[in-house]
């Protein structure tokens, strides 16, 4: 335990020192930050071997509010994924952005990125986990805009950030209340008190968990986050971000009430559909598979809902590996499409065909982990699907309710056909350019053999049709008190295998290099039938939010308006009243008050003017006066008297 | 030396003003040095305060509340009929004072390294700086209302010579609007701050010369020394507008400073003076002044008048509401980056309404909390945003594009501040609004739809700066003028030394709150029980 005490902080800090380190060094920047990734992963290696009491580690922040990590193996498993798959997407970057001369910064961003996830898996207190919640929104920001002088992609990476931020509100919200309602803090307290929160506090971290792992409505922000690097995607896609939201519902679930977990099934099953029907007809290479991830997010988001938590971790667990490798693969191809011909569009599956002899190991690796997404046996995908399925069918059987289930097997099916649709049209068919690459050797190859390497069954079960033989499970699952022990049910295994072998079997038959379709996908243009358009503009949830959008800003040029025209213009208005008034009372001031002094100063001298007059400078005329008013005196008071 | 450790961070740029007077007008650098000398030792001074303040001093009541108080007797008069007038030099801190003395001390000296390349009429400016030191820091320190009153008043003068004079082109217009504003603000103080001396006295003075001494000061005030039939003493019917005396009373001193803090509607003053200021003087204007108010309502508005507070929790919760929103509205309505800042302004300090109108513990800790971080980082925006001005003169949104290319360091330091200002958890911004959530939504007194709709203030302020950031950050390097394309150099040194040390405090406030709130925390918990305690002593008279 005390070797644990200490390599567990390293762990936490390892990416973020990575990626400082990487950051200053302009050139070796990738290479350097990987040998720190690849000791991280070592020591989580370690962590993951040698845990066996969680551990916890607490401190104030605040008066009332604490800090505070721990770590059990549910999140030390989760942790040495994020680690593995960092490692490989930096490996992989190495090649992929050689040419890029931002290469440091973009080697701090991805370090950034796995230090703030790394820290969302191991917080323990609500509030921790907001804090590394909203880092992680930050460095996708920041890694989806990493090309931020074309403006579209700076502008991909704030909407998805404002979308996020939507539903962060809500979590904050939720947060909150737990504090105020007196609820434990902690996720290992909820889990030990029992309690249960109120319906509203529950809907607040659900709709706060929706946005992180792209569920309606807020699924739009991940396609918009394709936006940034396709390794980028593969991070923020795979293992990481997105299946923040599906890990806090894991660890709240048994604090929520029987209702809120009817939302989360219900929400997870609509996503799931939703998404797997916008995939069928995208030309983009990365939009199917941002609305694949979308659709297999929604599957762990369902198995929550139904209870069968186990096998949603299973499947994140399981689809962190085929989507990385599916990502990284259409990465590869998109480097070659770039390398060939840097006019055309290099994501537009319409430009591709026949890449399967030009880029062999990539052309298996999308295989292998583009059939373990579509669920066959043997495969790893199939396992942790199969779980859910389980899960939904015998949550349909209890509680009446089967619209969960048969959303989820239709979404099988939908997934095998969209799959199947986008390996046939990027490997299969004729070659209509000849530049020949060879794939560069250790940095492209390597990540990609072993992601379709991973996707194999064996690696997570030696039965490959029954999910709960997943080696992890025991591992797991002690930790969080409750094992499944759900073996899967044969109706469900077949169901499932055949709505699958059908999806491909159909896909096939359009897609067939000979097939009409396929020939003419090549010159295809936009749906035009309503259920192609819905399907293309992934239900039109971006009409959604730009209605939203243009009516918060009607409302924030209203109100900047009324600020100027009218608080201001009063404010201005009593300024020039009180001009006006003074200016008023200045002329009174001048003219009446003044005015009637100077009128009686005239007036005075006037008088002063017509006796003045009497006078004379002349002092015999003086005298002269002088004796006549004398003399009338005189006579005046002889007269009187 | 603690004993008169208060006088001298108040007095001490004052003092040295009297030497910078003497000194000859060509001394430019010399007098920069001064200054920047004056606000170091006061800064210096304020952090031994910082340390040497005993945050386990758990006071009864507020006449111990205090610590390194300083009275001296400065004005008395007797008035026949009416006793004594008593006016003291009477100084002292609790938790609350000493973060907004921090505050001010270390901005006050940020401000100097950010009027560095000033050039015109230096003597006259730092001259002004220096009184303008004094009177901010006295006004946080000050027990007397009437000595509070005067160091408010004093404020003014200084602040609008630097906003007239040194400011931009509608300098006239902005600092005669702020002179006005603010002179009405004081007016409604003065009027209840002589209500507030008619109906006190100070019996600790009385024995002494047998007749009523009023006096101004605060903690008597506070504690609630009424003589019986005063005007604002609790228990008097007398009504006005169909009102209880005392809740007018607090309200003319909300009106007072809530245009000083300000909040909607009477906000319209902060953003011309903004605009128009230098960045030095913007830089104090959103970190100081604006907090004066904030104060204001914690020491005056509440600490006096608790019973009306806690009657009138509802509308004063709701104006911090409409100001958060409100504010934020606006602000992404604006084309001018310094608008935009100086509109943000206004949506934060929406946060100290509502905390403090949450009256409960979280509530008033996290509108302290959210006034020295607000400090920070505003101070820091409206430094970045002097950045762009000084290269080109100009600061329109719509006037530039791509920066981050031209200036990768800059933008580098605009994404962390806007950051913190949008309450990126982990920078300081997010624990204030945090703690007024928490105070707003967990309130006996509010209902909830004021602390939810106040929740997406935190969506609004991310929209608006990332927006700003997008547009003027992002995208391809272009400016509206060609010649403005050579001039974008990136952050001089001198520009880092004012940015850096705000980006460190900002961090480390951010992951580790308590540095600042645990020293203070007896402070506030008094602060509320008190307000608490006395309100329901004054509502039952």
Known sequence: MTLLKIIWPLIFIIPLFSGIIGGLNHRQSLKLSSFGMAFGLFLALILVWMLDEPLILEWKWLESVNFGFSIDRLNALLVLLVYLITLLVQVFSITYMEHDPDQDRYTAKLGFFAFSMIGLLMSNQLVTLFLFWELVGMSSYLLIGFWYQEAGRSRAARQAFMINRVADAFLLLGVIRVFNNGYATSFTETLASGIQWDGFTGICFIIGAFGKSAQFPFYGWLTKAMAGPTPVSALIHAATMVTAGVYLLVRISPALMDWNLQVIAIGGAVTAFMAAVAALTQFDIKKVLAYSTISQLGYMILGIGVGAYQASVFHLWTHAFFKAGLFLAAGSVIHYMHELDATKDPQDMRNMGGLQKILPVTFYAFLICGLALSGLPFLSGFLSKEGILTGSWLWGQSTGNYLVPILAFCTAGLTAFYIGRQILLVFFGEISFAKKMVEPLVTIRVPLIFLAASSLWFWNSINPIDPLGWFWNGYLFADLGATSDQHSILGVLIGSIVLTLSGLGVAYWLFRPEAETARGFKKSNEPVQLAGKISFHGWYIEKFYDQIVRLFSKVVFGAGWFDKKVIDRFVDGVGVSGVVIAKVIGWFDQNVVDGLVNFMASISQLIGRFVTSFQSPKIQIQIGWLLLTLLVLLLWFQFLT | MTDSLLTLIIFFPLLVTAVVLFLPNGKDLLIKEIALGATGVQLVLSVILFF?????????????????????????????????????????????????????????????????????????????????????????????????????????????????????????????????????????????????????????????????????????????????????????????????????????????????????????????????????????????????????????????????????????????MISIVYGGLTAMAQNDLKRMIAYSSVSHMGFILLGL?????????????????????????????????????????????????????????VVVFFFASLGLPGLSGFVGEFLVFLGALGSDYLPKWIGIVSISGIVISAAYYLWALQRMFFGQFWTREKVWEQTMYDLTARELLLLIPLAILVVLLGIAPNVILGPVNNSIEFFVNQCFEQSQLYLAQ
């Open chain 2, 357 to 413: 109108a949450s009256f409960n513990v979280q509530g008033a800790g996290g509108a302290l909390f959210q006034m020295v971080s607000h400090g920070f980082i505003s101070g820091a925006l409206f430094i970045l945003a002097g950045v762009i001005y000084d290269r080109t003169g100009d600061r329109g949104i719509a006037n530039f594009s791509g920066l981050a290319k031209a200036m990768p360091v800059f933008t580098g330091f």
């Open chain 2, 52 to 320: 040497s303040y005993d945050a386990s001093l758990q006071p009864e009541n507020w006449s111990n509340a205090f610590q390194f108080v300083e009275r001296a007797k400065w004005i008395s008069l007797y008035l026949g009929d009416y006793g004594w007038l008593q006016i003291d030099y009477f100084v002292g801190i609790d938790g609350i004072s000493l973060l907004m003395i921090c505050l001010s001390t270390f901005l006050l000296f940020v401000g100097v390294i950010a009027s560095w390349n000033l050039s015109k009429n230096v003597k006259g400016y730092f001259i002004l700086y220096l009184i303008l030191s004094t009177s901010v820091v006295g006004c946080f320190a000050a027990l007397d209302f009437f000595l509070f009153y005067v160091f408010f008043e004093f404020m003014l003068l200084p602040m609008f010579f630097l906003i007239g004079i040194w400011g931009g082109p509608r300098r006239g217009y902005a600092s005669i609007k702020f002179f006005i504003y603010t002179l009405v603000g004081s007016l409604f103080i003065l009027a209840v701050m002589i209500g507030l001396y008619l109906s006190v006295e100070d019996t600790s003075l009385a024995d002494q010369t047998q007749e009523v001494v009023h006096s101004f000061s605060l903690v008597n005030m506070m504690d609630g020394g009424y003589i019986t039939d005063g005007i604002l003493t609790p228990g008097n019917a007398t009504e006005f507008l169909g009102m209880n005396i005392r809740w007018i009373a607090f309200i003319l001193l909300m009106v007072g400073f809530a245009i000083k803090l300000p909040a909607v509607p009477v906000h319209t003053w902060l953003p011309d003076a903004h605009v128009e200021a230098p960045t030095a003087i913007s830089v104090l204007l959103a970190g100081l002044l604006l907090k004066i108010g904030g104060y204001g309502f914690f020491r005056i508005a509440y600490g006096i008048f608790p019973d009306a507070a806690v009657s009138l929790t509802y509308p004063i919760a709701i104006f911090g």
